[in-house]
């Protein structure tokens, strides 16, 4: 009885997995993800980012909280006194202003020369700003005492590029308002050079300019000088141009130089056999002598042929190299001189261009301010000749009422 008990329950228990495997439909496959392909340079960052991260961790549970405060920290730059700020601390440093905005004509040392890179100057920018700040000033001495060194050059990097972010924006927007106001504004540099008093065109815009960019003058002015802005060649059109650059230089070559390297025989390894040829004169006095009428028998002799006319004979000789005058070659004119002076011709034009543009423009102005003052002035005399007539009629009246009374 036992067995037969557990022989129906073995059965039971099959039949039931068989039929739950029939219910139950094949478990499809999930699809593999795609491994992410990156570079070498990229894994090294994520292997070192987590190493930080992991020590990080281990220093406290306190430090989690305080991590993204210093990386994460947005500066508001509506903030006009940060911004003035900003262009103070540049103009203030000659070091800083030649690293960020350097002077025509000056070569400034990078981190490939041996100077210092421009996150530097940018991170002094940073402490000359947010140190002991109200708001970002705890975050920047964060940034200053931390003790890892990665973790340290990272939040110094992003400060750094707050900073330059910034002066990238800040010059966008100067030069998009040099091109609105014009040359109207050209001989002022400050605000408090404008008289708001009057109303014109040029005060209109400066106060819609002023309400977003009231550092314009000063940021104008530290970009002015940049190379890459204002070209420095053309700057002025009364002072001349310095062609020897193009003409003195390591790899130009002077008139003589050339003259000797075309016209020279020597150059090419070749002897100036002129000195050996005879002259016409000396072929003339050769063959009808000294006297004209008997040839000299020493020069007849050098010639190789006697008096009497007979020719000696002489031996098989090998050929003899034949003695010829290098032609003269026209020396050929400097190329590159050539070029410099078409360039300066070319650069004259254009800054005479300029200038009749410029003095276009400035007539136009003139002829505009000089049309408003004869309407003003019109206006005002209209006006005083209508209170002067308003005047003696008022004098009338009172007269006729006086002689009324009487």
């Known amino acids: 009885?036992?067995?037969?008990?557990?022989?129906?329950?073995?059965?039971?228990a099959k039949h039931q997995s068989a039929v739950a495997a029939k219910a139950k439909p094949p478990a499809k496959a999930k699809p593999r993800r795609a491994r992410k392909l990156t570079s070498k340079a990229a894994s090294r960052?994520?292997?070192?980012?987590?190493?930080?991260?992991?020590?990080?961790?281990?220093?406290?549970?306190?430090?989690?909280e305080d991590r993204g405060d210093v990386l994460q920290e947005d500066i508001d730059w509506k903030d006009v006194a940060l911004s003035e700020a900003l262009i103070s601390a540049i103009?203030?440093?000659?070091?800083?202003?030649?690293?960020?905005?350097?002077?025509?004509?000056?070569?400034?040392?990078?981190?490939?020369?041996?100077?210092?890179?421009?996150t530097d100057f940018h991170w002094q920018l940073c402490q000359i700003l947010f140190t002991n700040h109200e708001t970002y000033g705890l975050a920047l001495c964060k940034a200053e005492e931390c003790t890892i060194v990665k973790k340290r050059a990272a939040w110094k990097r992003t400060w750094g590029i707050k900073i330059k972010n910034r002066l990238k924006k800040m010059g966008t927007i100067t030069n998009g308002h040099k091109k609105t106001m014009g040359e109207t504004g050209a001989g002022i540099t400050r605000a408090d050079e404008i008289d708001m008093t009057k109303e014109n065109h040029f005060t209109n815009k400066w106060a819609v300019i002023q309400e977003t960019c009231p550092w314009f003058f000063e940021m104008r002015e530290l970009i002015g000088e940049r190379p890459n802005i204002v070209p420095s060649s053309l700057g002025n059109g009364n002072s001349g141009m310095d062609m020897s650059t193009f003409t003195d230089g390591p790899g130009a070559a002077s008139e003589e130089e050339e003259e000797e390297a075309v016209g020279s025989p020597t150059q090419w390894g070749i002897e100036n056999d002129e000195s050996e040829l005879p002259s016409d004169d000396e072929a003339d006095e050769g063959e009808d002598g000294e006297d004209g009428g008997k040839p000299d028998k020493g020069k007849g002799k050098e010639k190789g042929?006697?008096?009497?006319?007979?020719?000696?004979?002489?031996?098989?000789?090998?050929?003899?190299?034949?003695?010829?005058?290098?032609?003269?070659r026209p020396a050929k004119e400097n190329k590159k001189k050539r070029k410099a002076d078409e360039f300066a011709d070319i650069a004259e034009a254009e800054e005479l261009t300029r200038q009749r543009q410029l003095e276009l423009a400035r007539a136009k102005v003139e002829a505009k301010q000089a049309t408003k003052q004869a309407e003003y002035a019109y206006k005002m005399q209209k006006m005083l000749d209508k209170k002067e007539r308003r005047q003696e009629k008022n004098e009338e009246r009172a007269e006729k009422m006086r002689f009324l009374r009487l």
Do not use: C, W, Y
């Not at 990080?56 to 549970?61: A, I, L």
């Not at 440093?93 to 041996?114: E, R, Y």
């Open 91 to 118: 103009t203030n440093d000659p070091m800083i202003k030649q690293a960020l905005f350097p002077s025509p004509g000056s070569n400034v040392s990078g981190s490939k020369g041996g100077g210092k890179p421009k």
């Open 1 to 12: 009885m036992g067995n037969t008990d557990k022989e129906k329950k073995k059965k039971s």
């Open 45 to 64: 960052k994520n292997h070192m980012q987590d190493d930080t991260d992991s020590s990080d961790e281990g220093e406290g549970g306190d430090d989690g």
């Open 305 to 328: 042929f006697t008096m009497n006319g007979e020719v000696p004979k002489l031996g098989r000789t090998g050929a003899m190299p034949g003695k010829s005058k290098l032609a003269t």
